[in-house]
């Protein structure tokens, strides 16, 4: 079991703790509380979760790599330049924000490629998830944050029993 691929997931598992804090944040007082200080510095924690990731997976054996390679990146740029924007008080920089995590899904195909050798139904968890996840996010905008919940929960249900497991040796052949 390559160690480099459960770091990555440790690392996705605590981002999708936070964003889950976000989604809940969100949903009870409104879509105006993501301009509020204390949502901004959520949301920087995960932006930084997500580059720790990334360096965790880009360097661990994947199936279709390339995947991960190419969009992790672009999402990490996208959602920066949504953070700046949401610094200065302009809900575009949500609207780039939920473009970046459109990204999500598709690079997470190499992990759930990767993942599904070793459990099936943590792979599928995962990426069922992170899809219901990216679907709902638009949905906030018309005050309807549950399925992006749902998703995030599922997400990290699949993350905590990869990780579980790991932990335990279950995959080590």
Known sequence: MDRKLILGNIISLVAGVFILIVLILLASSGIIFVFNVTTEALMWI??????????EYSTCNLKAEILMKVFPPMAIIITFTGLIFILQGKFLGLE????????????????????????PVSAYLFFLGAVVYTLGLPLYL??????AIMGDVVKILGLVNFIFNSIRGKYSG
Do not use: H, Q, R
């Open 46 to 55: 995960i932006w930084g979760l997500a580059i720790l990731a990334y360096m």
């Open 96 to 119: 780039l924000i939920v473009l970046g995590y459109i990204l999500e899904p598709i690079a997470g195909i190499s992990i759930f490629l990767t993942i599904k050798e070793y459990s």
């Open 142 to 147: 018309v005050s309807f944050p549950y399925l």
